[in-house]
């Protein structure tokens, strides 16, 4: 079945680092690919996605390209805050399900 | 606008017992799904409703069972509880317009542990 690899963390940056978060994935299609945050004792929110093949999602300064040549859709953002420490999870959706990576815990230090 | 409510938030629970979680989803919604996030893990798909039937399941036993409202709200139950139950249970929501479901929206989870 299909399935999302994502690099293992934790991260652990200074103030103002860039990030990245590698993300790639093994599916028979053409999925919807996303990115969620989890942040401590809470739910999963969206905060970006790409339905096709080159598009770019962005949100809050975060960006991720689908690039069907890699099978990746790595989660990018030029200048981290404290306020991003979170979890962070890579998702591509098999028909009606969403199929997500282990996670990947970012760590920013002021 | 309400979001996605779950209940309750945490509970606790003995081997072999029953137990069930409910989730209300958001206005407009008519579809619910239900993952399960082990510690340190991804969440796993459990199953999903729509129109009050399972519209798919994961790779979960039968022991695991749901239901689905005309409000669409939905319940999940699992009985004869096992130690590796002990989990966050994400419920989500999202509306299926006939053209396929769009974006899901999850509620902050019930922490079920089972001792």
């Known amino acids: 079945g299909d399935s999302v690899t994502q690099m293992e963390g934790p991260v652990t940056l200074s103030e103002e680092a860039f990030l990245t978060i590698n993300c790639t994935y093994t599916a028979t299609g053409y999925p919807s690919l996303f990115w969620y945050v989890q942040y401590p004792g809470e739910g999963l929110q969206l905060l970006l996605k790409?339905?096709?093949?080159?598009d770019k999602g962005s949100n809050k300064g975060f960006e991720a390209t689908y690039r069907k040549e890699t099978t990746s859709f790595h989660l990018e953002k030029g200048s981290v805050q404290v306020s991003d420490s979170a979890v962070y999870f890579c998702?591509?959706?098999?028909?009606?399900?969403?199929?997500f990576g282990a996670g990947t815990i970012l760590r920013v230090k002021s | 606008e309400t979001g996605v409510t779950q209940s309750p938030t945490h509970l606790i629970k003995t081997r072999g017992q029953q137990v069930t979680l409910r989730c209300s989803s958001q206005?407009?919604?008519?579809?619910v799904s239900w993952y399960q996030q082990a510690l340190g893990q991804g969440p796993q798909f459990i199953f999903q409703?729509?129109?009050?039937?399972?519209?798919g399941r994961g790779n979960f036993p039968p022991r695991f069972s749901g239901l689905q409202f005309p409000n669409y709200s939905s319940e999940l139950n699992v009985n004869a509880l096992e130690l590796d139950d002990s989990a966050l249970y994400l419920c989500?929501?999202?509306?299926?317009?006939?053209?396929?479901?769009?974006?899901?929206?999850f509620g902050p989870g019930t922490r079920l542990t089972v001792l």
């Open positions: 206005s407009g919604h008519n579809t």
């Open positions: 409703y729509y129109r009050e039937e399972e519209n």
């Open positions: 790409a339905t096709k093949a080159d």
């Open positions: 998702a591509l959706n098999d028909g009606n399900k969403l199929v």
């Open positions: 989500a929501s999202s509306r299926f317009d006939g053209q396929g479901h769009n974006e899901q929206f």
